[in-house]
């Protein structure tokens, strides 16, 4: 089969390698289509200490070999039985397994979900991993109920346009920062009922204005090294979810004025099959569709990573497969 591989030395090449070989409990997919995440940048980048040669890849849909069911790919492998937090054999797709820039796949069974009719086989791909992040970010972990505001972070990412689509759809009011008045826009299209340019000044006050002096109830914040200013517009009694650092891993943090306003400050990753199954439920309940940046043969690779690398994107970059 065709695949992408990472190498040492962080080489990513597009080569013919073996098909994969069921192990108990798998079965094999041909892929249609994957997507790409912020963590496919940094395999590239061989910060991750997984053993090489790897193919990355979180997100993918396909065809089922033994079936010829269309799927979906749940990137969350070996969750555990708890909800609270993965267990120990918990891995990401796509490092240290094998990933979905390929032709074909060997994944555990549990990880396949039949495909939402309604979407296109781009859309298919596009949703999982950054959708799953949002859900949980949104409704497992932050508790988002109709009527409350959150402040998505960072609007133009994957995970924040579907973040931005699921507190809508859920009667939740939304407000987005973002770097740019045309993504400004796109964000208030996708349901964002306004925001601020984190470029022009101090943003966590624009929040604030926003909201009449008071804060949204509930904070999503993936940029990491914004977690200061998150703490600072988030409303007295209200709750912050941290679930990336693409900006940076480490701040520093006055703790006085954060236990005084009593805020939970919570963290996530990714989600369970349970969560996945509440997400594939509001996409069947919804008339929106995952937003697509761009799609690319597997084998333009490189030019899909750069353009993720460069922030440049609205929405999601995918690959074709087939």
């Known amino acids: 089969m065709q695949a992408v591989r990472a190498h040492e030395g962080g080489e990513v090449r597009f080569e013919t390698v073996p098909d994969p070989s069921p192990g108990p409990g798998e079965v094999v997919v041909a892929l249609r289509c994957a997507a790409l995440n912020r963590r496919d940048l940094r395999i590239r980048g061989a910060e991750y200490p997984f053993p090489r040669p790897l193919v990355p890849g979180s997100d993918g849909a396909g065809v089922r070999r033994d079936t010829g069911e269309e799927v979906v790919i749940l990137p969350s492998v070996r969750w555990g039985s708890g909800e609270a937090a993965p267990g120990p054999d918990f891995e990401i797709l796509g490092g240290p397994s094998d990933g979905t820039f390929a032709e074909l796949i060997a994944i555990p069974e549990e990880n396949v979900f039949p495909r939402p009719a309604r979407l296109s086989w781009e859309e298919s791909a596009a949703f999982p991993l950054a959708g799953l992040t949002a859900y949980r970010a949104l409704f497992v972990r932050g508790g988002l109920r109709a009527g409350e505001t959150v402040l998505v972070l960072g609007a133009g990412s994957g995970v924040s346009t579907f973040a931005v689509q699921l507190a809508a759809q859920a009667g939740a009011r939304v407000i987005v920062t973002t770097s740019s008045a045309v993504k400004l826009e796109r964000a208030v299209a996708l349901g964002a009922d306004g925001g601020v340019l984190y470029t022009e000044g101090d943003w966590a006050a624009g929040v604030r204005d926003l909201t009449g002096g008071r804060g949204p109830d509930l904070v999503v914040d993936s940029v990491g090294a914004t977690l200061p200013d ?14 990336g650092a693409t900006r940076g891993e ?3 943090l006055s703790v006085r004025p954060f236990f005084y306003s009593q805020v939970s400050l919570l963290a996530t990753t990714m989600g369970s099959p349970r969560d996945f199954s509440g997400l594939l ?5 919804a008339a929106w569709r995952p937003v697509l940046d761009s799609t690319r043969p597997l ?17 999601k970059l995918v690959l074709e497969c087939d």
């Open 230 to 243: 998150s703490l600072r517009a988030v409303a007295d009694g209200g709750r912050v979810v941290v679930l």
């Open 250 to 252: 480490r701040v520093e």
């Open 299 to 315: 084998g333009e690779i490189d030019a899909a990573l750069d353009r993720l690398e460069g922030f440049a994107h609205f929405g």
């Open 281 to 285: 439920g509001m996409l069947d309940a």
